[in-house]
């Protein structure tokens, strides 16, 4: 019996082992300057900016009203699309506690804070992985960066699922975590996402190791998520039915073609290069994979191919599950609509990069040619990343939170029972009673 468990113990241990040392002092002190410059730059980049006065779709329509309009606990175990949102509720709670006139930064600075989390959260974790700190730093810095993830999906509660995803990923894989923290964030980010069952295999292989606080948190809320997606009603976005050649060519523009360019850049590049896009993208992703495959311990090895099938996985259910015209490749904006299905499943696709890139060795040619991969990544990333921050599109530049609570009030100083407040995007808006806008 001994041996038995034995095996899967020392197999469990070959593939997620545990970082050589806890992070130093001073690396704590140095996670946290990252921390809050994380946060800044997603407040104060032009679309965060924006974001601290425009509330988000159902940041407002959804989470906020029922926060104002419900009883705090029926609302955390509301569901709504098929699935539970526990955190975002449980954020607009908190956020409902302030003066009205704070909904919309509330929400925005909740949503930097959990997503630089998320970063914080990589960086800890990869260290048992990829042996160059500046690496590990770069992959952190992509959950901030990446300007798939800086329009849509900005600072707002609706998205964060998209982020939570990978942040939940690299807890499983964290060994050496805090333990009471991390536990509580998987497991409110397994009552929060729809696809977090996806991460189950992770969970069962981490309870053969040591501090299973972790796994069993997120196992007992992936039951309670199970439960309610098993039991819950469902809208689905359209009827319309999917053509799989169209979800292949949607998935490899959505995931390698915009994790090196931005969404809105693939409206420019597609039409005018067409599937040669694709072709470049998946060569420049693959080399480094197949060094990571090649070179890579067991551990790496392990990741890298878990990474590159995440990315897949995800990406495809998101386009199944949720397949209307609009995502087809010759749609107008090609890739905007439902541009947020790319966020997740382009971080698991450059984990897998990046294990490739730190696991070659520098002596071989091989290492000339990743290295060349390594310098191609950096420019288009770094590119695409300057380019977004001049993107229009991605500001928001409907009818602000102060404006709207103002039209509110004075609706209600003029006799209206409710007031109507209007959000972002457009022809959003929800209805509270007149007490909850100070009339």
């Known amino acids: 019996m001994t041996a038995t468990i034995e095996r899967p113990k020392a197999l469990a241990e070959s593939v997620i082992p545990l970082p050589a040392e806890p992070p130093h002092e001073r690396a704590w002190f140095g996670m946290l300057a990252g921390f809050l410059g994380s946060v800044a730059f997603l407040l104060l980049i032009p679309p965060g900016w924006a974001r601290l006065d425009h509330l ?18 029926g609302n955390l175990v509301e569901p709504y699309g098929g699935y539970l949102h526990t955190l975002p ?20 600075i909740a949503a930097a804070v959990l997503r630089a989390l998320v970063a914080l959260i990589t960086f800890a974790a990869s260290k048992a992985y990829l042996r160059s700190t500046p690496m590990r730093f770069a992959l952190a810095s992509l959950v901030i960066v990446l300007p798939a993830g800086n329009s ?16 939940v990923f690299w807890a499983l894989l964290w060994r050496n975590a805090p333990r009471v923290p991390v536990a509580l964030f998987v497991f409110l980010a397994a009552v929060s996402s729809p696809l977090v069952f996806v991460l189950a295999p992770i969970a069962l292989v981490r309870l053969f190791l040591s501090r299973r606080e972790v796994p069993i948190a997120f196992l007992a809320g992936l039951v309670v998520q199970g439960l309610v997606v098993l039991f819950a009603t469902r809208t689905p976005y359209s009827h319309d039915e999917v053509d799989p050649v ?16 931005g969404s809105e850049r693939v409206s420019e590049f597609y039409p005018a290069n067409g599937n040669l896009v694709i072709l470049a993208a998946l060569l420049v992703a ?25 990315s897949v996985i995800v990406i495809v259910a998101c386009l199944v599950l949720n397949w209307t015209q609009a995502l087809q490749v010759q749609a107008p904006e090609i890739v905007m609509a439902g541009q947020r299905y790319s966020i997740a499943p382009c971080l698991f696709l450059f984990t897998a990069i990046f294990v ?3 696991a070659t060795p ?30 229009p599109r991605a500001v928001l530049k ?32 929800f209805v509270v009673p007149c007490g909850s806008v100070g009339r």
Not at 410 to 429: M, Q, S, V, Y
Request: one cysteine or more; a negative charge; hydrophobic letters at 55%.
């Open 56 to 73: 988000w779709a159902e940041d407002g329509a959804r989470f906020a009203v029922d926060a104002i309009r419900s009883p705090a606990l």
């Open 89 to 108: 509720r449980l954020v607009a709670q908190v956020v409902a506690l302030l003066p009205i006139e704070w909904t919309a930064a509330g929400f925005a």
């Open 152 to 167: 849509e999906t900005l600072n707002n509660m609706a998205n964060l699922h998209w982020f939570l995803l990978y942040g």
């Open 246 to 261: 169209q979800v292949l060519l949607a998935s490899l523009l959505r995931v390698p073609v915009v994790a090196f360019t």
């Open 286 to 310: 693959a080399l480094p994979i197949v060094a990571g495959l090649r070179f890579g311990d067991r551990a790496e090895r392990t990741l890298a191919l878990a990474a590159a099938a995440y």
């Open 356 to 358: 490739g890139l730190d």
């Open 362 to 391: 520098s002596k071989t040619w091989e290492r000339a040619v990743v290295g060349g991969s390594r310098y191609l990544i950096g420019m288009a990333v770094v590119v695409s990343v300057f380019t977004h921050l001049q993107e």
């Open 398 to 429: 409907g009818v602000p939170w102060d404006e709207s609570l103002a039209r509110a009030r004075a609706a209600c100083a003029g006799g209206a029972p409710e007031a109507r407040l209007e959000h972002e995007p457009k022809d959003w808006f």
